[in-house]
């Protein structure tokens, strides 16, 4: 079975640029999670997906970031523009419906705002 | 105070020692326990959970849950450096069919040969 995937793995962007995120989920997985992790620590949810409608983006910051989930299947994350603390890696997780709480992560993508 | 508590470190131990790792969390609606092992520039991958109190057991390592103390352990028996990583505990209430994960800030534990 493939995992999450997710592109590009590392971006370096300057402040004021915008950046776009990449990950398709594992197949059959109707539930579509975008963490934010800051170094040293935990993820924090920004959006939660199940299929193409969106559950939870209490912690999105909505002038800035925005997401889709194009056909309850791929996602992408867009931040514009992006600030000196959006400097973090962005990880994608997947999961399926009502089958728990386990949470399969993506490798993340790994971004540097200068 | 945060939601979930997790001690930093960093943590230090030789191969073949024991070590315990904690988390606290102040949420009593959370009923998932759960702890994440995550690799150097590796996306985190789930080690084992829990549901509501009491201990799970699997090879080498145990999760152990008390509500009563909102307080919960993964120990790690006989300790490998391929088992240096950070750790990551994540907890979560049920609403529905949709768990929302509430991550502590990672332990990082280095195990020396």
């Known amino acids: 079975e493939a995992g999450v995937a997710q592109s590009p793995r590392y971006k370096i962007i300057e402040k004021r640029q915008s950046v776009a995120f990449w990950c398709n989920p594992i197949?059959?997985?109707?539930?579509l999670y975008w963490y934010q992790q800051i170094l040293g620590q935990g993820p924090k949810l920004l959006i939660q997906f199940q299929n193409n409608g969106v559950v939870d983006d209490s912690q999105l910051p909505k002038d800035r970031f925005s997401a889709e989930r194009l056909k309850g299947v791929d996602s992408t994350l867009k931040i514009q523009p992006a600030k000196l603390e959006d400097s973090a890696v962005y990880l994608c997780?997947?999961?399926?419906?009502?089958?728990?709480?386990?949470?399969?992560f993506g490798p993340g993508t790994r971004l540097t705002v200068l | 105070q945060k939601e979930v508590e997790q001690d930093p470190g960093p943590l230090s131990v030789p191969e073949g020692a024991i070590v315990s790792l904690n988390c606290t969390y102040s949420?009593?609606?959370?009923?998932?326990f759960m702890w994440y092992r995550q690799y150097s520039r590796k996306g985190p991958e789930l080690l084992m959970y829990t549901y509501s109190s009491g201990n799970k057991e699997d090879g080498r390592f145990t999760a152990q849950v008390d509500k009563s103390s909102k307080y919960i352990s993964l120990f790690i028996r006989d300790s490998q450096p391929s088992d240096s990583a950070t750790y990551l505990c994540a907890m979560s209430s049920i609403g529905g069919s949709n768990y929302k994960l509430t991550f502590g800030k990672g332990t990082l534990l280095t195990v020396n040969p």
């Open positions: 997780a997947s999961s399926l419906e009502a089958a728990g709480p386990e949470q399969f």
């Open positions: 949420n009593s609606a959370f009923q998932y």
């Open positions: 197949s059959g997985h109707a539930t």
